[in-house]
Structure formats: C-alpha cells, structure tokens
C-alpha cells in the first residue's frame, strides 16, 4: 500500500484497491495512472463509496427517492427519482456516509458480522 501523506487508512486502501484491479485489467501497460480518491465534497465521497462497493462485486448507487421538479408547460410537476426499483424489496442496506473512513469501518464491521 503507498503511503499518502495526512490521508485517511479507509481512503489509501481504496486507492490500493483501485490500482491493483486495474493492474489486473491491464497486466501489458507499463504506466498506469493510480486512481486518487478525495472525500471533503458531496461527489467525491459518493464516487468513493460507489467504488468501495463496486470494487467487492457488491451493487451501489447515490439514492435521490425526492425525484425532480420540472416545468412543462408553464405547469410544475414531479418525476420520480432515479433510484432502481425493488432495492427496499430486495433486500438493500441504506446507510447516510458522513466521511470514507466512517464507511470503510462500518463496512468491516458489516462483512464481518454479517447483517
């Protein structure tokens, strides 16, 4: 794992993680660039977790269940979100992420309790 200076352990093991995956794509590329992971704004803590996920052969996605206003017409009216349907259903886990290194340890603790 490389040392990053001041960066979070939850936040060096995703970016580790990231390299190696994508070593393993691409064994014949002499240069690969490494992935860096930031988590101080909304986006980028939501790519982290995304990632996080992804990366583990889990499914995850930003959920917005609000949907959207728009204009038609002169008229205001709602859309629905843009979540996939049936994840309440199926199953899914809905947790609010505050920083990566505060879903990374309840990440260990949820694979290795099990739910």
Known sequence: MAATKNKPIGLQVLEDL?????????PNVPYLIRTTYRDD?????????IDWINFNSYQAERINSTGRQINIKGQNKWIPGSS??????AGGVYIIVRDF?????????????GR
């Open 101 to 113: 290194q505060g879903f990374y340890d309840w990440y260990l603790k949820f694979v290795t309790d």
């Open 84 to 89: 996939t349907r049936g994840t309440e259903r």
């Open 41 to 49: 704004n909304s986006n980028d803590l939501t790519r982290c977790v």
């Open 18 to 26: 990231s390299y190696r995956l994508k070593r393993a794509k691409c």
